[in-house]
Nanobody, 125 residues
Framework: QVQLVESGGGSVQAGGSLRLSCAAFGYTYSSYSMGWFRQAPGKEREGVAAIDSDGSTTYADSVKGRFTISQDNAKNTLYLQMNSLKPEDTAMYYC???????????????????WGQGTQVTVSS
């Protein structure tokens, strides 16, 4: 059974940084996509960043140049380094994974099968 466990959320002032982690248990696929999504109160869920088994990355325009997605295959862990945080980045952040490479849009949440419980990120001005 696949389990995704996020950590690393918290409260930070605008301009600060946070690194989210997502530990994947029971998840071993040679071809896959993993991603980070977020949902703010009263808003729809949006894709933030995704990475494929071939190392290809995709970012939402709103986070390009500020966020970096990466993975440590040895630790079966996905990361999201978030720099220059803004109040509009405030949301619950979710890790997601699936057993194929998501195309054409890796940030389409409906394509992902496995989801974590989320970790809250709050950015104050």
């Amino acid at each position: 059974q696949v389990q995704l466990v996020e950590s690393g959320g918290g409260s930070v002032q605008a301009g600060g940084s946070l690194r989210l982690s997502c530990a994947a248990f029971g998840y071993t696929y040679s071809s896959y996509s993993m991603g980070w999504f977020r949902q703010a109160p009263g808003k729809e869920r949006e894709g933030v960043a995704a990475i494929d088994s071939d190392g290809s990355t995709t970012y939402a325009d709103s986070v390009k140049g500020r966020f970096t997605i990466s993975q440590d295959n040895a630790k079966n862990t996905l990361y999201l380094q978030m720099n220059s945080l803004k109040p509009e980045d405030t949301a619950m952040y979710y890790c997601a994974a699936t057993y194929f490479t998501v195309r054409p849009n890796p940030l389409r949440g409906g394509a992902y099968r496995y989801w974590g419980q989320g970790t809250q990120v709050t950015v104050s001005s």
